[in-house]
């Protein structure tokens, strides 16, 4: 792979815009084909309020932070660290779906939830 591919491949695309069909909530986040995806969490910064940290994919629970431990052990496809980042190692086609994060507090309040649609640019095959 050439080194304009590399980059490209490196780094994600963001629109705030959703296409039909998706959450109007959402933010719709490229990844890469057979590249690690880390989902930040836009303007959230860990304090000591924060209590548990949720990822669901398409409602399925994924990852949960409480305090500074991990409740899921790390996966072959998914790490959560402590700030809250979900990274998804490798992606393949079927990591496409709707990704969405909540953060409580120590008394369950909720502080924070955010909705992500992440989709995935491959590699277009040219006939020869």
């Not at 940290?53 to 409480?66: E, F, L, M």
């Not at 072959?76 to 409580?104: C, H, P, Q, W």
């Amino acid at each position: 792979m050439n080194l304009a591919c590399e980059i490209l491949a490196s780094f994600l695309l963001i629109f705030t815009v959703p296409t039909k069909g998706e959450d109007p909530e959402s933010t719709v986040i490229w990844g890469a084909l057979d590249h690690d995806l880390n989902l930040d969490i836009p303007g959230f910064q860990r304090s000591d309020m924060v209590a548990d940290i949720y990822w669901n994919k398409n409602k399925d629970k994924i990852a949960r932070i409480r305090k500074e431990t991990p409740l899921y052990e790390p996966t072959a496809k998914y790490d959560l660290f402590t700030n809250g980042t979900l990274k998804i190692k490798t992606l393949m086609r079927n990591d496409s779906g709707l990704y969405k994060v909540e953060v409580y507090n120590s008394k369950g309040v909720n502080l924070l939830s955010k909705k992500f649609y992440l989709k995935i640019q491959g590699k277009t095959l040219t006939p020869k």
